[in-house]
């Protein structure tokens, strides 16, 4: 008779009792004990990005996981060890005799490498390993890409086609009941891991004590605190946990108007207090919600007979926005690392964006370090971070993301389409990684891809449509509500002039107690406050990205190509086109700079405002490389996804129509 099994429930981006295929598949083997942990994983304690909104959401969502097990077994509770999972994984097997060890199966570059050394060690230690079973997903990232083709997914009508022959696993009930985990023995040396390179060391304002045993200060096993992290308080007031998680999703399907006609383009990225959207997605980044659980909650609303007739569509509905997230996942799965880049990457247009990434030259990926090819463009970006530009609209969604750790879809289209191709024209990858350390929904898949689509280097191509910072948060906050909450230096700015404060006259700017001035916001003697004046000529800028775009397009460089690898794309640009072009070196490895003068960092449809170039508005733009094969200058197939294409605008002609009647 084959002893009972002894199993290791490992969780991870999984941290729900509810529908969790994993979870079913260890309590399948009928355990005799069950051991449900967490290694805390020094890859993100000091490798990853990670501000403290989403380290507080993390450790929520831990707490909330340990609380639920607890209330089905006293015994038992989330154990975390403090180690990396592929140095003490072996060492666990063997103190608590482990037969099999059961997780939920990750697509993510990093996760797949990690799993896969831990799959090889777990078989030296005679242990089976469970790890089949996808979760994170509507459908299996592996298997979307293998039916497209072995291609990654470049577009929703991509994903539709793909998963015509797959179906959404209805949601799995929670258990009603877990075994009891067996001894904790732990006669075994740590293995600390090294601290430094701590890229999260800015976000600490105590000492670092993550490892100072491997159960804890107390020896209990305890989810860590903020303090013992040594981190900095969470600012935001979005918390996270299962708990929480379902709550919000029983608010959700009560209102039953609100999930049958969501569309978010028509949703406000004004509203804050409480914001147009479910804000479900970091839940479904930490896994304390089910995308499956979601989708069919959503599926039995829309499915009633008075619900069908009024049901807004793919790709805008809510059903639409968990497509465009398996798109990236799968994205991500067949592309791996590079990804997440524009160098070495098949899929992602090159263009010549200041402050580009430095690489590695044995790995062909990003070092987290880039060039300062331009000293006005690293202003331009530390001003757009810190939400210090002078365009109040672009400021105040900066300041609510460093806040909050959240902003809504088209606040992150605006913020991008300024940073990248209709303003600074900076390496999306700059933006990204400033999304990366402070959104609480961080998802490498989605952020990369979300940039990569909103600088129109992939997934979208329709670079001349760019955000205005004044026209587009006029149409649905006229009053400036937003601006006034996020930059309360403005709070008493006329409507007239709270989007364009330096406008105003002199005397109405002290009437309103702040001063346009400078590159700071600060108060001055006698309690005057004082707002920066705009760091640019908006209308200017957008001119000159749409003519670095435009030359880019022409060019037709990708990621991958040979000229991009060796550095000779530079003969392809004019010395003095937008852009570090000048000389013919190659490209920005580490500890080598891109010029004579750069030098190095360390990287810690309706017509809402969206300015179009009327003469390159009469065509659609070029379709990027893997999309749905949408000749150039064609028109758009009517069920090819954009995120920001799906307003309901007037055309160019029926715009002029309408000017020459008037």
């Known amino acids: 008779m084959s002893p009972k099994a002894r199993v290791i429930y490992w969780f991870r981006t999984d941290l729900r009792l509810h529908d969790s295929p994993a979870l079913h598949a260890a309590l399948d083997l009928k355990p005799d004990c069950l051991y449900p942990i967490w290694c805390w994983d020094p890859h993100y304690v000091y490798r990853a990005r990670v501000g403290p909104n989403r380290w507080q959401f993390l450790l929520d969502c831990q707490s909330d996981i340990s609380a639920s097990i607890t209330k089905l077994n006293k015994k038992s509770k989330l154990f975390v060890i403090r180690e990396a999972p592929q140095t003490v994984l072996p060492k666990l097997f063997q ?26 060690l777990a078989r030296e230690a005679g242990v089976e390993v469970v790890s089949t079973r996808h979760g994170r997903t509507l459908y299996d990232p592996d298997e979307l890409v293998k039916a497209n083709g072995g291609k990654p997914t470049m577009s929703i009508s ?30 075994f040396e740590q293995t600390r891991p090294p601290q430094e390179p701590d890229i999260n060391s800015i976000q ?4 670092e004590r993550s490892y100072s045993s491997i159960s804890g200060p107390d020896h209990n096993f305890a989810v860590p605190t903020m303090s013992e992290l040594g981190l900095k308080p969470a600012s935001t007031q979005h918390r996270g946990g299962e708990t929480r998680a379902l709550a919000a999703l029983e608010s959700l399907i009560a209102n039953e108007h609100y999930t049958v006609t969501f569309s978010k383009p028509e949703t406000a990225p004004t509203a804050f207090s409480p914001q147009s959207t479910t804000l479900l997605s970091p839940h479904h980044h930490f896994g304390s919600l089910s995308v499956r659980l979601l989708y069919w909650r959503v599926q039995d609303v829309i499915s009633k007979k008075e619900n069908k007739s009024k049901a807004s569509q793919i790709p805008t509905n809510l059903i639409g926005q968990l497509l465009f997230r398996d798109m990236y996942f799968a994205a991500q799965a067949a592309l791996g690392y590079s990804f997440a880049q524009t160098y070495n990457n098949p899929r992602t247009r090159f263009i010549p964006w200041h402050l580009p990434s430095k690489i590695d030259p044995e790995t062909n990926l990003v070092t987290g370090s880039y060039t300062i090819d331009s000293q006005q463009a690293e202003t331009w970006f530390q001003r757009w971070k810190f939400g210090r530009t002078g365009f109040p609209w672009i400021d105040a969604l900066m300041r609510q993301l460093r806040q909050e750790g959240w902003i809504h879809h088209l606040g992150r289209h605006a913020v991008a389409c300024f940073l990248t191709r209709g303003g600074c024209y900076i390496d999306w990858e700059r933006g990204a990684e400033v999304f990366e ?42 009053e400036g509500e937003f601006v006034r909450h996020f930059v309360p230096e403005l709070k008493e700015y006329p409507k007239k002039y709270v989007y364009e404060p330096w406008r ?12 346009i001035k400078g590159e700071e916001s600060g108060e001055e003697e006698g309690g005057m406050k004082t707002y920066p004046k705009p760091m640019f000529d908006f209308n200017e800028r957008r001119g000159i990205c749409i003519e670095g775009m435009k030359n880019a397009y022409h060019v037709g460089l990708y990621g991958d190509d040979p000229k991009v690898k060796d550095g000779t794309w530079r003969k392809l640009f004019d010395d003095k086109a937008e852009g570090p072009t000048e000389g013919t070196k190659g ?6 700079t891109n010029g004579d003068d750069g030098e190095d960092v360390d990287a810690d449809e309706m017509d809402m405002g969206v300015d179009e170039d009327e003469a390159e508005a009469e065509h659609q733009g070029g379709e990027n490389r893997g999309g749905d094969g949408t000749p150039r200058g064609g028109k758009r197939k009517r069920g090819q996804g954009t995120l920001d294409g799906h307003f309901v605008r007037p055309s160019p002609r029926k715009k002029r129509e309408k000017r020459e009647k008037a």
């Open 204 to 207: 600490r304002d105590g000492e």
């Open 158 to 187: 991509q994903v539709q086609h793909a998963a015509d022959k797959m179906t959404v696993p209805k949601p799995l009930e929670s258990p009603k009941s877990l075994p009891d985990p067996g001894d904790l023995p732990l006669d």
């Open 437 to 478: 350390e402070w959104l609480i929904d961080h998802e490498t898949s989605c952020n990369s891809g979300n940039w990569q689509w909103l600088s129109c280097t992939a997934f979208f191509a329709q670079f001349y449509r760019c955000y205005s910072p004044v026209a587009f948060p006029k149409k649905t906050d006229p």
């Open 504 to 515: 105003a006259p002199v005397a109405d700017q002290k009437k309103s107690g702040c001063l």
């Open 95 to 120: 103190a608590w005799k482990i037969t099999h060890l059961v997780f939920e199966r990750d697509t993510d570059p990093y996760a797949k490498e990690r799993d896969a050394t831990v799959i090889d």
């Open 587 to 592: 490209p920005t490895v580490e500890g080598q």
